[in-house]
């Protein structure tokens, strides 16, 4: 089955950890995309990458990092100086850019 | 700021009551625009796209959405939901001047039997 799969599920971090989210698709899609859900505030976007190699920042890139070595992953690492981590956060890939993204199951990252 | 507006949060209906969900954006020129859903506990799900042609857009689901591109809308629309449409709706845009889709803040269906 073709898909986006995202892991773990539930993460839960201890303040002033490093934690790195998983995203993998077998879509064969170029652009890849990182998502943060918080209630009431729709979806906004982290990171993204075009191709392999490369990526850029979103709207709020601050506190996160990622890599886009090969096609298929496109690891998120929320690292200690995110203010807020805790949200769900959603992978996304697409064909190309602005057309349909198809989106993982989400992770749900909580700061204990 | 260029952005999407969705303005309902939370909308409350019974089964087999119409629905029609707003959504505004303010981008000018060309865009793509799309509904996606999100039942509980399920992955974000398109419901329909909207790329050009006939502005009247019909998904799965019983779903329909109008562009209005004079009103810079793309309403969603149901003639009548089912108990199994709560969920969660975004409405997101595509545009040339942006790196990936810009989404709403979402509105949160609950169809009541």
């Known amino acids: 089955d073709g898909g986006i799969t995202q892991s773990p599920k539930y993460l839960f971090r201890k303040e002033g950890q490093n934690v790195t989210l998983s995203c993998e698709q077998n879509?064969?899609?170029?652009?890849m995309y990182w998502y943060r859900q918080d209630p009431g505030q729709g979806l906004r976007l982290i990171y993204y990458s075009q191709i392999v190699n490369d990526f850029q920042k979103g709207d709020i890139a601050e506190g996160y990092s990622v890599s886009r070595e090969k096609k298929e992953s496109f690891p998120l690492t929320v690292t200690s100086a995110q203010k807020n981590p805790t949200a769900f956060y959603l992978c996304?890939?697409?064909?190309?850019?602005?057309?349909?993204?198809?989106f993982g199951q989400g992770t749900r990252l909580t700061v204990v | 700021a260029q952005s999407v507006s969705q303005h309902n949060h939370h909308v409350i209906l019974s089964e087999a009551a119409s629905l029609e969900l707003g959504c505004n954006y303010s981008y000018g020129g060309t865009v793509n625009l799309f509904w996606y859903v999100q039942y509980p506990g399920q992955h974000l799900q398109l419901l329909l796209k909207?790329?050009?042609?006939?502005?009247l857009v019909k998904g799965i689901k019983g779903f329909e959405a109008e562009f209005i591109k004079s009103k810079f809308s793309f309403n969603l629309r149901k003639p009548s939901v089912q108990w199994s449409d709560t969920a969660e709706y975004f409405c997101a845009v595509g545009h040339t001047g942006r790196r990936a889709l810009t989404f709403g803040s979402g509105t949160r269906l609950q169809v009541q039997p």
């Open positions: 879509l064969n899609h170029d652009a």
């Open positions: 996304a890939s697409s064909s190309t850019r602005n057309t349909e993204a198809f």
């Open positions: 909207y790329f050009s042609g006939d502005p």
